[in-house]
């Protein structure tokens, strides 16, 4: 079937890598991982069909219009915030020579370590009321309440966009890296000889060449938004997310949650359809001299100042201010808050985090050589099927991941007990594998979606000369993709295991019986407002990602020297 | 190859996930209120009968996740911090009927089911808190008067959609009917000093604050203000009142427990239950949380005991969950949120 698909849907380029005797086994891989991880998703279409009741009518009379123009405020901010530093931060360090260039070049990552509702505690603390920050205004102008000045509210829609944004921003600044540094520094300095300013080639060329990637990471920071419910619903933002578990919790229409879901869903896919829409045309493959150092711009003391700024300005507000006043609580609190659990918990997180990062990676690598190999049209769809777990809320996710595991746990029993009268009860909910199989569904576009871009910009005749020289089209990866990919591989580890450290929801949901990662635990106190007794392993978190993301970012700068040797 | 390496990473991890053991001895409870809440409770019952306690806590989900369970499910309780969620749990069928004289004994009629599908452990009131030196001591004393134009622009509440407030438009629902409190809700709605946001303590700071006047706010969060020291100040600057008194009573709610249908341990987890009514577990629990002990027999403890009296309203809190959905709605009509 697939076959007949693939012959007639190559309208563009005939794909010149689909080998003719080899192909089935990665197609039929590609297929049967999707169908294992597209399950969640099709739970939870499927429980849309099965509402309670019709809530539309009652949401497009009431709240709904808010909601929806909420969201895209929400998306827009973000989508702003979020590229202007990205891309700014990733070129100056990639391109341009300062003072603490290497520093930053890590340190840029470290907001991505902060989880988004720990930002929002953390930046509530500061600015309201009787935070710090207001207090001294009070006491240098003699103000009595909080009736004699105004102050901006934090807990507001551009209050969610900048914290949001300010954790978000790494996933953009990572994939932009991580294209720029990869990309042909000739192409610049052809640029630059036609007489082109570096501002002009950065819009004109660079950008461009980079965009697969940069789209790739931003549609990841939108779908973090959209998905996002503890900042939003911390601040009292009401967005479509806000709406579902409104018509979740409170109506306990969970069919009626779906529907909000798939329409979410359908938003994201329509979106991330679009953007690939509008460069179908576009085929880019990085040239053979890329491997050419990168010549960095040498600029005067003024500019390199402002390089500075601009990548110090991002670290300070979204990393040093939530880890100093987390720091402060810590040590108040101390007494309080550290326990015997601690160890145990960050454990539990570590190999979490760690077993999904390996297994996205693995998968995502299946899928992403697979769509190589086969540019057709049922593939791409395979594709866009096995990442749709990202664009939808994680405790939505955590009850699609419970439908098809508890079922299967059932029928395992019912058909155990029908024929030897034994009963396995359940084998797969309520343990680990519940957390990696939700992890992995959630964060797999993540890494399929970087490492789908990485091989694209590797040219087509890399793998014809590998193929011409008798390498199966598994050598061909292993031997020749793998070693080029390198750096894209650790950055689409580092994200997912980063991301994984910090995610709560679905956790929270799936997790076995008296099981804490870090994440849970800062929720259970953080949540009764005890930010104090939380912002120990809050803390925790944050370092814990920290590492990883030290060890990873040097060895994707050292990769290109690596490639360079 | 890789392939086998993903299996064996997550068979790994799933040897390192304790596999809830349905053996005698233990008693597994899905919580929607926090493990550290609940510990020293269950750590004192767990002296007593010898039998370990098992706790997930989450705060959605966990219905859903002992529905797709069903027979095999290894829940033996779920424990909630309000009404809505356990009337959830019994609309699934997914909780058994208890008839058991110790809980009947101990829990009086208005906090559980009628056939046992739920019993109400704690109650706390939904309290009106003012300011000391803003509001005079009487000026408001029932819920009906949060809609008096008087208090334009001087009320602050948590968001309308959160269940404490939802419960509490139900019981008005309950006693004014829907068309009156809608317009009671509306009036309430306009007398807002700010858009709602936040937990029911930030409520109390927005008074200390000078934001508003009046709030709303569950009766213990007062208590755990009164109790920590930086908190302290704050909530010494506002005087708690309890709404209606005089009349029929103030809304309370509870957290409460339920028997699961499934149940692999039903002995043990009945045992939890006549614990978690008797006397000197509803001490624990209710000096720990600062809440009022389900069981009349017991008095009030810790701060708790010094306040007034609570007079609580005794509409069934059955009735209240029937009217959430209701609630739910007409706080969007009235856009109270925004």
Known sequence: ?565 | MKMKLAAAITACAVTLAPLPAAASGEVNIYSYRQEFLLKPLLDAFTEETGIKTNVVFARQGLAERLEREGRNSPADVVMTVDISRISDLVDRDLTAALDNETLEKNIPENLRHPEGKWFGLTTRGRMIFTSLDRVEEGAITTYEELADPKWEGRICTRSGKHPYNIALISSMIAHHGAEEAEKWLQGLKDNLARKPQGGDRDQIKAIAEGVCDVAIGNSYYYGIMLQDEEQRPVAEQVRIVFPNSDDRGTHINISGIALTRSAPNRDNAIALMEYLSSAEAQQIYARANNEFPGNPNVPPTGIVAEWDELNPDTLPLQTIAEHSPEAVRMVDRVDYDR
């Open chain 1, 1 to 565: 079937m697939n076959q007949q698909a693939a012959v007639s849907d190559v309208p563009v380029t005939p794909s010149p890598l689909t080998p003719r005797r080899t192909s089935k086994r990665w197609l039929i891989a590609a297929t049967i991982i999707t169908a294992i991880v597209a399950l969640p998703v099709f739970s939870i279409a499927w429980l849309a069909f099965f509402p309670d009741e019709n809530i539309w009518p009652h949401l497009l009379e009431t709240t709904l219009p808010r909601y929806v123009w909420t969201t895209l405020l929400l998306m827009a901010g973000i989508s702003v915030i979020t590229l202007s530093i990205g891309l700014a931060t990733a070129w100056a360090v990639t391109m341009c020579e300062f003072p603490g260039r290497k520093l930053f070049e890590w340190a840029l990552l470290l907001p991505f370590a902060v989880p988004a509702y720990v930002i929002a505690y953390v930046y509530t603390d500061l600015l309201q009321y009787a935070g710090p920050v207001q207090g001294a205004l009070r006491d240098w102008f003699g103000w009595q309440s909080a009736r004699d000045y105004w102050f901006p509210e934090i807990r507001s829609l551009w209050g969610a966009t900048l914290m949001l944004g300010l954790v978000l921003y790494p996933y953009v600044y990572l994939l932009a890296r991580a294209a720029f540094l990869e990309q042909s520094p000739s192409l610049f300095a052809v640029s630059r000889s036609l007489g082109h300013s570096a501002l002009s080639t950065f819009f004109r060329v660079v950008l461009p060449i980079a965009r697969p990637a940069v789209a790739v990471g931003l549609s990841l920071v939108l779908m973090e938004a959209l998905n996002d419910f503890g900042t939003v619903d911390y601040f009292a933002v009401h967005t479509l997310t806000a709406g579902l578990f409104d018509t979740w919790m409170n109506l306990g229409n969970l069919g009626g949650a779906a529907q909000i879901a798939m329409v979410m869903l359908t938003f994201v896919v329509v979106l991330v359809t679009l953007e690939r829409y509008s460069r179908r045309r576009q085929k880019q493959y990085a040239g053979r001299d890329s491997r050419a150092p990168i010549q960095r711009f040498v600029i005067s003391r003024p500019r390199q100042w402002i390089c500075v700024a601009v990548c110090a300005a991002p670290i300070l507000l979204g990393f040093v201010v939530p880890a100093v006043v987390l720091g402060h609580y810590a040590l108040i609190y101390f007494e309080q808050s550290w326990t015997s659990d601690f160890l145990n918990n960050a454990a539990n997180s570590l190999i979490l985090s760690t077993s999904a990062a390996l297994t996205t990676l693995v998968i995502g690598l299946i899928l992403a050589y697979s769509r190589r190999l086969h540019d057709t049209r049922p593939m791409r769809t395979l594709m866009r099927l096995s990442s749709l777990g990202y664009a939808m809320p994680g405790a939505v996710l955590a009850v699609g991941v419970i439908v098809p595991l508890a079922a299967f746990d059932n029928q395992i029993d019912a058909w155990m007990r029908d024929s030897f009268g034994i009963s396995t009860g359940l084998l797969l909910s309520g343990t680990g594998f519940a957390l990696v199989f939700a992890y992995t569904v959630r964060f797999l576009a993540v890494s399929a979606g970087s490492l789908e871009s990485g091989l694209q910009k590797i040219t087509p005749s890399m793998d014809m000369a590998a193929r011409s020289l008798g390498r199966s089209t598994t050598a061909t990866l292993l031997q020749v993709h793998l070693p080029m990919l390198r750096g894209t591989i650790l950055t689409a580890a580092l994200v997912v295991f980063v991301d994984c450290m910090k995610e709560l929801p679905a956790t929270l949901i799936l997790r076995p019986f008296n099981f804490d990662t870090l994440a849970t635990y800062v929720y259970q106190y953080a949540s009764d407002e005890m930010l104090g007794i939380s912002a120990l392993p809050a803390l925790i978190i944050v370092v814990a990602g920290i590492v990883p993301i030290i060890l990873m970012s040097r060895s994707i700068g050292s990769a290109r020297a690596y490639s360079q040797q």
